[in-house]
Structure formats: structure tokens, C-alpha cells
């Protein structure tokens, strides 16, 4: 191992349509000349890890999405019902194609949920858009996946913020991108509505620790006053993301020159490793 290059690794969290943060993070990466061995994603952070992964460039996403309309992700026309996830197998077979995530020119992971076995599955072979579709579907807002005897939903129910992935795979330092850090605000109502949705955000607070305790560095951009069921503000979440990234380069440019240490420090055991 003497001698090797240090692995760095990035792990896009999950946020819904505040991903689009992770676009801004992507373009100061790109201004920095920085690549990165290993990408992994959680929801969101999936599709845009995808595209990274495959070799789009900011712009090329940007000219992607600029033009994205919710009814182009979620179809269903009835409220209150889960959608199809379809949409979102629509736009990566449609760009990138219907290709396996070992095609991609960067080595990849999504994470998804199998709610038979509610054991955690991380996707580093197979096909590209049904770990991207598992990765996505949201309980209640989406629909599950079936695929490959299981039945796929939201990854961020155990790992919204996947960074012990990467390491998993070799990287000795990982950089997350949280595009949810809001997820902790409490409430002072009794309403049950309120109870509730507060309770959910505790627990969501719970799963990011784990994100956070295997990063090395974690870009976190404000993103309390954007829905993350909306595209409103995309303009200004991609440049949150950018700020986010930017103000803490010099520390990421560090990372890029440190010795290798393969280090792991908690990786959950009771994952599903499709690879």
C-alpha cells in the first residue's frame, strides 16, 4: 500500500428536491480540477450522483434540469396517492441511457432500503435506473420498486447521508454533501400534524449522524427556506450548494494531499451489497 495515491470518495445525501444543491457542489469541484474515486448517493443525491459518475458536467446537468417540472418526476394526477417512480427511470434511461452502473466511468453506489427483509442495499452493479428508482422512492410520496425479488424504497430511511460507502470500497477520506441540515428544528405546537412531523425529523436527524461520523468533511448549504418537495429556488440552492463547497475548499484541497490511510470507522454490517 506504500506509495499508493490517496482514494478520496464523495456521497451525495439525500433531501429531495433540495438535491439540487449537489449541482453547485459539482460545479466548485469542477473549478478545482478535483476527481474523485468512488461516488455514492442516497435519494437524490443518486440521480445526481449518476450523472457524475457517467461524466456530466455541471453544465450538461444544469441544461438538464433548468427546464424540469415536478409533473415530470411524480405523474400521478390523483392527491394523496403515491406516484409512480417512473419518471425518474424516464430521465436517466433517457440520458444516460439503459445501461448497468458498472458502465459508468466513475465506480458508483446508490443506496436503497428493501422493506421485506428492512435490510439497507447498496448498488454497485446492475442496472443504473432501477438502483436509481429504489434509491428514490419515498414512502407515500412514491410508489416501492420491484426488482430482483425485493422491494426497494427510499435509501434515506437508514442512510441518508452515505458516506461509509465509499469507504467500504477502498477511499481513505470521504466528503459529504448534506442538503438537509435543517432536518433537527423542533416544534413548540401540540398539534398532532406537528408532533408527528417533528418526530419524523428527530429520527431523521438520528439516521444522518451516522453520514456525519464517516465523513472526513461535510459541505452542508442552508437550505431551511427551500421545500424539499418543490423546484422553486432551484437557481438559488445551486448557489447555495456552490457557496457551501467554495467556503470550505481549502480544507477539501487538503484532503487531496494527505497519505493514504484506508481507514474505516463505522460500517454498518447488515447491508446488502449488490456488486
Not at 438538464?64 to 418526476?73: H, S
Not at 436503497?112 to 422512492?137: H, P, Q, R, Y
Request: hydrophobic fraction near 40%; proline fraction near 3%; charged fraction near 25%.
Amino acid at each position: 500500500m506504500f506509495g499508493r495515491k490517496v482514494k478520496i470518495g464523495v456521497a451525495f445525501g439525500g433531501g429531495g428536491a433540495r438535491g439540487f444543491c449537489h449541482l453547485g457542489a459539482i460545479k466548485a469541484f469542477e473549478e478545482f480540477g478535483l476527481k474523485f474515486d468512488f461516488v455514492a448517493g442516497t435519494s437524490a443525491g443518486s440521480i445526481a450522483g449518476a450523472f457524475y459518475s457517467a461524466g456530466y458536467t455541471y453544465k450538461q446537468m444544469y441544461d438538464i434540469i433548468k427546464n424540469l417540472k415536478e409533473k415530470d418526476i411524480r405523474k400521478n394526477i390523483i392527491p394523496f396517492t403515491p406516484s409512480k417512480i417512473d419518471g425518474v427511470g424516464e430521465i436517466v434511461t433517457g440520458w444516460l441511457g439503459d445501461i448497468n452502473i458498472e458502465d459508468l466511468s466513475t465506480p458508483f453506489a446508490a443506496v436503497a432500503v428493501d422493506i421485506k427483509s428492512t435490510k439497507e442495499v447498496c448498488f454497485a452493479k446492475g442496472n443504473l435506473a432501477k438502483a436509481v428508482m429504489g434509491s428514490c422512492a419515498v414512502p407515500g410520496v412514491f410508489q416501492p420498486v420491484v426488482y430482483n425479488d425485493m422491494i426497494l424504497c427510499d435509501g434515506g430511511l437508514q442512510n441518508t447521508i452515505p458516506a461509509d460507502i465509499p469507504r467500504y470500497f477502498g477511499c481513505d477520506y470521504v466528503i459529504s454533501v448534506d442538503v438537509n441540515k435543517s432536518r433537527s428544528y423542533g416544534t413548540d405546537s401540540t398539534k398532532f400534524i406537528d408532533v408527528i412531523s417533528c418526530s419524523i425529523r428527530i429520527l431523521m436527524k438520528s439516521n444522518a449522524v451516522r453520514g456525519y461520523v464517516n465523513s472526513d468533511l461535510v459541505i452542508a448549504p442552508e437550505t431551511k427556506r427551500f421545500k424539499s418537495t418543490k423546484t422553486d429556488g432551484m437557481e438559488e440552492m445551486i448557489e447555495e450548494g456552490y457557496k457551501a463547497t467554495i467556503d470550505i475548499m481549502p480544507q477539501i484541497m487538503e484532503l487531496f494531499k494527505k497519505k493514504r490511510t484506508n481507514k474505516i470507522k463505522n460500517i454498518n454490517k447488515d447491508i446488502i451489497f449488490i456488486r
